[in-house]
C-alpha cells in the first residue's frame, strides 16, 4: 500500500507530463501544416541524410564485391537481375530520394513524371559492372546534394510532390531503398558473395 506522501509525488509527477489534446494529435496525424518546425525539420534531414550515407557505403560495397559476370544474374524470369537492381538504386538517388525532400531529378530528365519515367526504365539497361557503378557513384552524388541542399525551412509541413510531412517521406524512402539493400544481399549471397561488412 502506497504512503499517502508517495502517492501525491507520483500524482504531482504524471501532472507534470506533457501532454498534446487530441485536437492537436488529430491535427498533426492529418498533415498539420506546421507539424514541425524548421529545427526540427533539420534534425529528420540529417538523420535521413546519414541513413543514406550507410545505405550507399553498402551499395558500393556490395556493386565491387559481385564478380561482373554474376551481374546479369536473376533469381528467377520476370525479375530484376543484379545490374537492373543497381540501376533501379541509381534512378532513386537520381529522382525518388531528392523527391523526397522536396527537391527535383536532373534537368534533363524532364520536369514531369511522365518524361522522367522512360528516363529511369532507360537506366535499368545499363548491366556492365563498371558503367553500373559509374551511375552509381554519379546518381549518389546528385541526390546526396538535394538532400543536403534542401531547405527545412520549407518542410515544416506537407510539401510536395507527395504532399506529405518529412518523417513521412524519409521513413518511405529509406523504407524503400533498405528493402533493395536487403534484396541485394540476398542476390550476392545467391552468387557466392558474402556481404563485405559482414562477420
Known amino acids: 500500500m502506497l504512503s499517502l506522501g508517495r502517492t501525491s509525488l507520483i500524482a504531482v509527477a504524471v501532472l507534470a507530463l506533457p501532454t498534446v489534446s487530441s485536437a492537436q494529435a488529430g491535427a498533426k496525424q492529418a498533415g498539420d501544416p ?35 559476370d554474376k551481374f546479369s544474374w536473376r533469381p528467377t524470369a520476370g525479375v530484376r537481375s543484379i545490374s537492373e537492381v543497381f540501376m533501379h538504386v541509381a534512378g532513386e538517388w537520381y529522382h525518388w530520394a531528392p523527391a523526397s525532400m522536396g527537391s527535383r531529378a536532373p534537368a534533363d530528365f524532364g520536369p514531369s513524371n511522365k518524361e ?6 532507360e537506366l535499368e539497361k545499363t548491366t556492365a559492372k563498371a558503367d553500373v557503378i559509374g551511375a552509381l557513384n554519379k546518381s549518389w552524388t546528385y541526390g546526396r546534394a538535394q538532400i543536403a541542399a534542401a531547405d527545412p525551412g520549407q518542410m515544416t509541413g506537407s510539401y510536395k ?6 518523417d513521412a517521406a524519409a521513413l518511405g524512402m529509406a523504407g524503400d531503398l533498405h528493402e533493395h539493400l536487403g534484396q541485394l544481399i540476398a542476390y550476392a549471397r545467391s552468387v557466392g558473395v558474402k556481404p563485405p561488412w559482414s562477420k
Open 161 to 166: 510532390p507527395w504532399g506529405v510531412t518529412i
Open 116 to 121: 522522367i519515367m522512360p528516363k529511369l526504365q
Open 34 to 68: 506546421q507539424a514541425f518546425d524548421a529545427k526540427s525539420a533539420a534534425h529528420v534531414r540529417k538523420e535521413f541524410l546519414t541513413d543514406m550515407d550507410t545505405l550507399h557505403s553498402k551499395f558500393m560495397q556490395l556493386a565491387n564485391a559481385i564478380p561482373a
